[in-house]
């Protein structure tokens, strides 16, 4: 049975992308995305612009995958266009290279370690931590890990923490992309609504772009805050443990798994970040000691489940919800 770095080297082989693979699934999100967004911008009506909206939405979800993707250096590096392509598509979606890749590299290096979980994750303490915090320490906490502001992850999670919260702290120098960020999704969203009018806006820019931030905050909480996640110690940590007991595989239907880019098998991504998206199923089905992972699913009590969780209970190991932190105090 495979374990630990054996387990990682039978991953290797996998961690070398088909280039034309890459661009023939680029083309064509590429493509759906366009439609999609042009769809939901020209004045049609509500019962044509609606539904071109929620696919323009899961489209920015599945295009975001890809861009990930490149951005752990898996697909299509040393590419001009792919460069300019992916950038572009970083300031549209207010999560530009600079802030995306430093606070998405340092999560999977330091992921389900306690005391690092807050940069680039959402930030999880021990229930003895949250219950000698003060009120307005509580209240944050509860604040950024609440239902209402993964939903609105679009204000909260890309226009807040990646821009305006970048900025902020670290200033124009390090992070000057933010502030282009900003300028071109809000121009742009501007420019839709000068051309066609406000319901093209709602329906050709916000909304969509509230759909796939929503779902991709979701995914991102649901991926590390599951119900018998683990959570350990610095000196207690691993890399292979760190992926595979804390990192779930989410069940959806085949729709919904080409939509999200395959990033339901979070597991395997974990493992190997340098895997393409589009060979993660292949690994699962490949490698018998990843096929029965710790898993979630989109179905509303499985969302309900872990979006009931708040903090990690080191007497019990494992994530708890409010009535369990306060009871016997």
Known sequence: MLRGKDLILATKKYAVEIRRESWFHLGITLLLFVVTYTGAILPSGPL?????????????????????????????????????????????????????????????????????????????????????????????????????????????????????????????????????????HFGLGFLIWYLFGFFSFILGFLLPAMISNALGAYLFYAQHNFPGVIFRKKDEWSYTDAALLSSSFMHMNQFMHWCTGNIGYHHIHHLNARIPFYKLPQVYHDIPELQKPRSTSLAPKDILACLRLKVWDPDTQ????????????
Not at 104 to 111: F, K, L, T
Not at 318 to 329: A, L, N, P, R
Request: net charge positive; charged share 15%.
């Open 318 to 329: 494992k994530m708890v919800g409010m009535k369990e932190i306060m009871q016997k105090q």
């Open 48 to 184: 044509v612009q609606l539904p071109f909206s929620i696919l323009a939405g899961l489209m920015s979800v599945r295009f975001f995958i890809i861009y990930h993707d490149y951005l752990h250096k898996s697909i299509l590096q040393d590419s001009l266009l792919a460069r300019i392509i992916f950038t572009g598509f970083g300031l549209f979606i207010l999560a530009p290279v600079s802030i995306w890749k430093r606070s998405h590299d340092y999560h999977h290096a330091h992921n389900s370690k306690l005391y690092t979980t807050s940069i680039g994750s959402y930030p999880v303490v021990t229930k003895k931590e949250f219950l000698a915090a003060n009120r307005t320490e509580r209240n944050i906490y509860l604040f950024i890990r609440h239902p209402l502001t993964i939903t609105f992850g679009y204000v909260f999670v890309f226009l807040w923490g990646m821009c305006l919260r970048t900025l902020i702290r670290s200033g124009l120098k390090k992070h000057v992309d933010c502030l282009f960020a900003l300028i071109f």
